[in-house]
């Protein structure tokens, strides 16, 4: 099992920024990748950003540049810092861990941090 404690959410202005950070316990082997996803009300979840355990980054569309998401291995955390934010980021943001193993990959969540930026 791997448990995921996200931390930095919270309301900023438009143009603002914000680091989100998540802290991973537990079994941390055979990891994958570390990401985060957003959710707003009444749309389905989408990637932010994610990073593989060799070190390829992936980000949404939307990020156009505004995000950088980074990991410290040492501490088994994994941060994503927020520039430029736009009404439209507002949505509970969730840390992400894929597991693989035996062929078969297990996807951890962690319980979501409110983001709501205003204009």
């Known amino acids: 099992q791997v448990q995921l404690v996200e931390s930095g959410g919270g309301l900023v202005q438009a143009g603002g920024s914000l680091r989100l950070s998540c802290a991973a316990s537990?079994?941390?082997?055979?990891?994958?990748?570390l990401g985060w996803y957003r959710q707003a009300p009444g749309k389905q979840r989408d990637l932010v950003a994610s990073v593989t355990s060799g070190g390829l980054t992936n980000y949404g569309d939307f990020v156009k540049g505004r995000f950088t998401i980074s990991r410290d291995n040492a501490k088994n955390t994994v941060s994503l810092q927020m520039n430029s934010l736009k009404p439209e980021d507002t949505a509970v943001y969730y840390c992400n861990v894929v597991k693989e193993y035996a062929g078969y990959e297990y996807d951890y969540w962690g319980q979501g941090t409110q983001v709501t930026v205003s204009s």
């Open positions: 537990g079994m941390l082997i055979s990891i994958k990748a």
